[in-house]
């Protein structure tokens, strides 16, 4: 297998042939107006082309400023929220070892995250880590103006300024902004920063190969070039047709759909590894953010296996019938680790010895796949060869394609988020913006 694959074959109960037809006509239009640039919000298409666009010399300034980073800094603090910082968490914590940083550290610099969200206690923590290791940071907001990274900003730039004084500690912050609007572009002008461009036509949610994601990857040590290449791979896949057979990306979409329409409102994503649940976090932020409106959408809901299988297992077994679960299933890893004998046997596991934990794990995953389609939850599977830089580039783009079809198929713009505002109108009126004066007292009457 040389990508990502689509198995649908416990969706038989679910859809019949009719079903499946009617929406390959139905995403067929999807593909095709998304190719065509012609759909809703193709002013932000600029993620499609990226890992056929994205320039070598940006590749290599990116890894000559991780290289940089790394003789500078212990720790990396990444300041960003949403699409600024869970593109580049989720594919750090998929690829990385989970424990390096208590044996002394990979080599590279530990990634922090700060500003995704509004904690005193944690951002005082950090700043009391901060006080014993050396740092740079890189400051991403597409917009330059979201209130968590700039308030992060705001406490992180006065601790580094007095660290190391404000001449070296601009040469330690870096801005990954839009090309010429917004606060954090003019701070960056006036203080002198590298600087790094957020494209005007690639949305946050879908920026984690631009530089928002690939600095900070890099910078953990990990290889952009071959994220790029697995990016573009999957691209070649998807662009070049709509059907079902052909394009994992178009049956995954018109799976989703048909789902949907049929009652099952909320999509499970399903890990059997616990380093993918920043994966899921990322493809939560980007189905929810880019379905979620007019009152439509699938609710994108997720859990790592088996650990959850002890929580909510028994809701997806036995709850609503509302559900239906999508399966990341990974290939073998790398490390052997195999079950030990027992002249005990006290556990009765010795049925078991010798096995790897890994086939244990798949046999795990197989188990519980039979057991929620018999309890009535349909089940994807995406069957993905490797954790790996190129799997997971391959992994992002057929999830940032995949929803951008099953949103035009869906009837919305993919690529708008109106819905965020909302809260922030109330948060700036509460807080006393100036211009909220009619608003802050409207509010504050009704609390
Ligand atoms: O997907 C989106 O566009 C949003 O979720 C943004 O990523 C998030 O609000 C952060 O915005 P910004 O990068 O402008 O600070």
Redesign the pocket.
């Known amino acids: 297998m040389t990508h990502l694959e689509v198995d649908i074959s416990k969706l038989e109960s679910f859809i019949d042939d009719q079903a499946w037809s009617a929406m390959q006509a139905e995403v067929d239009e999807s593909h095709r107006q998304l190719v065509s640039r012609s759909g809703k919000g193709n002013d932000f298409l600029g993620w499609v082309d990226l890992p056929v666009q994205l320039e070598a010399s940006l590749l290599a300034r990116i890894q000559a400023d991780a290289e940089k980073i790394r003789h500078m800094a212990e720790l990396f603090v990444v300041i960003?929220?949403?699409?600024?910082y869970l593109g580049s968490k989720a594919v750090i914590e998929a690829l990385g070892n989970e424990f390096e940083d208590l044996e002394g550290g990979s080599g590279h610099p530990y990634i922090v995250f700060a500003g995704e969200n509004l904690s005193e206690r944690y951002h005082a923590h950090l700043l009391e880590l901060l006080d014993k290791k050396e740092y740079a940071v890189a400051v991403?907001?597409?917009?330059?103006?979201?209130t968590e990274?700039a308030i992060a900003f705001r406490l992180i730039r006065k601790h580094i300024e007095e660290k190391y004084g404000k001449e070296e500690a601009r040469k330690r912050i870096f801005a990954i902004t839009d090309a010429s609007r917004g606060a954090l572009k003019k701070l960056a002008d006036v203080e002198g920063y590298a600087t790094y461009v957020i494209p005007d036509d690639v949305?946050?949610?879908y920026s984690v190969l631009t530089p928002v994601g690939l600095l900070p990857i890099a910078v953990a040590g990990f290889d952009i070039l071959s994220l790029v290449d697995g990016a573009k791979k999957m691209r070649d896949v998807a662009m070049k047709s709509a059907d079902f057979k052909l394009n994992p990306c178009a049956l995954y979409a018109g799976a989703r759909n048909i789902l949907l329409r049929s009652g099952k409102f909320v999509e499970i994503l399903v890990a059997f590894e616990p380093s993918l649940l920043y994966v899921i976090e990322w493809w939560k932020?980007l189905y929810g953010?880019s379905e979620g409106k007019e009152h439509q959408g699938i609710f994108p809901a997720g859990v790592t296996f088996t650990s959850d299988l002890h929580s909510m297992g028994q809701y997806i077994q036995d709850g609503m019938r509302i559900l239906f679960e999508t399966v990341i299933s990974v290939g073998e890893p790398s490390s052997l680790l195999v079950v030990p004998g027992d002249p005990e046997n006290l556990d009765g596991l010795n049925f078991l010895s010798g096995m790897r934990l890994s086939d244990v794990n798949r046999q795990a995953e197989l188990g519980t796949m039979l057991a929620h389609v018999d309890g009535g939850v349909p089940n994807i599977r995406l069957v993905l060869p490797a954790v790996s830089e190129h799997y997971i580039g391959h992994l992002i783009y057929f999830f940032e394609f995949a929803c951008a079809l099953s949103g035009y198929t869906l009837g919305v713009n993919p690529f708008d988020?109106p819905g965020?505002e909302d809260y922030k109108k109330n948060m700036f009126a509460l807080l006393g913006k100036p211009g909220f004066e009619k608003e802050t007292v409207n509010l504050r009457k009704r609390l």
């Open positions: 960003g929220i949403g699409g600024s991403i907001s597409k917009s330059g103006t979201t990274p949305g946050g949610r932020q953010e988020q965020v």
